[in-house]
């Protein structure tokens, strides 16, 4: 991260020449590495043991009903609460908030060694469930109930199409090409050359990818985070208080119910984070890309980042404490 920003601050016209690699709302560089670090956890997944997630039905409802309701909710909440004299700031704070996270939460699951298989079926479902929901959401949220806050409500157009562009660009990529190849190597050279030979010769692309996702982040944004840092922290306050409440509550709630370790923290990681990649995407094509919705949403991955990083901390800290359903 202080790379990136040295980067971005050091090197003439940085955000400019990384602005310059996008097409339409995508940040080439920056889709590399997402695409690039999903791809290993993604070859490890075991993708017929996907459906026995539906033998876990309670955690599954337990699950949606804190991601879906409670996780838009808070958002809301905490938007209204901290940014309701930024109005911009805050229509791009409730934005995130209408979406769980399909791409990061992947590689967070990852470093805490959560089940591979469950989260992959949880983000597969929360892509299908964003695709569909997203834009009614935004509806009931920006038209209907900013009103009874004493705020103006807002019209937000966003189409199928647009929301499935980005899930199939972020998520869809890596995961044909990790069905791909486990099937087809498995094929030729068999299970055991691909779990001992071919996933540990790909698997350190994962945080290789993470670095150079960060510094480019950074380096993108290294002057905006200078040049107003007072916005930052306070678009940044209310956005660590949502994950750190929604992974502890999910975390809790699941072990409360007997869940092992690997699935209590697939779990939580899926419930805390946030689709910034549509945000932003959204935000830029209804409010423009200098907007202060725009300008919240790209704050967004600069705070995940590192609260995410503590949790995964977080989650490795009480592994150790977990005396039972290890």
Same mark, same amino acid.
């Given at each position: 991260m202080l790379v990136g920003v040295f980067i971005g601050n050091i090197v003439p016209n940085m955000d400019q020449k990384l602005d310059a690699l996008s097409y339409g709302t995508?940040?080439?560089? =920056?889709?590399?590495? @997402?695409?690039?670090?999903?791809?290993?956890?993604?070859?490890?997944v075991q993708f017929s043991k996907i459906p026995s997630i539906l033998s876990k039905p309670k955690l599954l409802l337990v699950s949606f009903f804190?991601?879906?309701?409670?996780?838009?909710? =808070?958002?809301?909440? @905490?938007?209204?609460?901290?940014?309701?004299?930024?109005?911009?700031?805050?229509?791009g704070l409730i934005i995130i908030g209408l979406a769980p996270c399909i791409a990061m939460v992947i590689v967070w699951n990852e470093l805490a060694d959560g089940n591979r298989e469950l989260v992959a079926g949880l983000v597969g479902i929360n892509s299908l469930l964003q695709v569909f929901f997203f834009s009614s959401y935004a509806y009931f949220y920006l038209e209907i109930v900013l009103p009874y806050f004493g705020i103006k409500g807002l019209h937000l157009n966003v189409s199928m199409a647009e929301i499935a562009q980005t899930v199939g660009i972020y998520l869809g990529i890596p995961f044909v090409c990790a069905v791909i190849s486990r099937t087809w190597l498995i094929k030729q050279k068999g299970e055991e050359?691909?779990?001992k030979i071919f996933i540990p010769f790909v698997s350190p692309i994962t945080l290789i990818s993470l670095l150079f996702t960060i510094v480019v982040m950074f380096s993108l944004k290294g002057k905006m985070m200078l040049s107003i840092p007072m916005d930052v922290l306070t678009i940044a306050l209310p956005l660590v208080i949502f994950f750190a409440v929604m992974f502890v509550l999910m975390f809790f709630v699941s072990k409360k119910m007997g869940a092992t370790y690997s699935d209590t923290a697939a779990l939580s990681f899926t419930a805390s984070g946030n689709n910034f990649e549509l945000a932003i995407a959204v935000s830029i094509g209804v409010f423009g890309i200098h907007s202060g919705e725009a300008f919240a949403g790209v704050v967004g991955p600069l705070v995940e980042v590192p609260a995410l990083i503590l949790l995964v901390k977080f989650a490795q800290f009480w592994r150790k404490k977990w005396t039972t359903n290890p």
């Open positions: 995508t940040n080439i560089p =920056l889709a590399i590495g @997402l695409i690039l670090m999903m791809y290993p956890p993604l070859t490890k804190i991601t879906w309701i409670v996780g838009p909710f =808070l958002m809301f909440l @905490l938007a209204v609460l901290f940014l309701k004299d930024y109005p911009e700031y805050m229509t050359w691909f779990t």
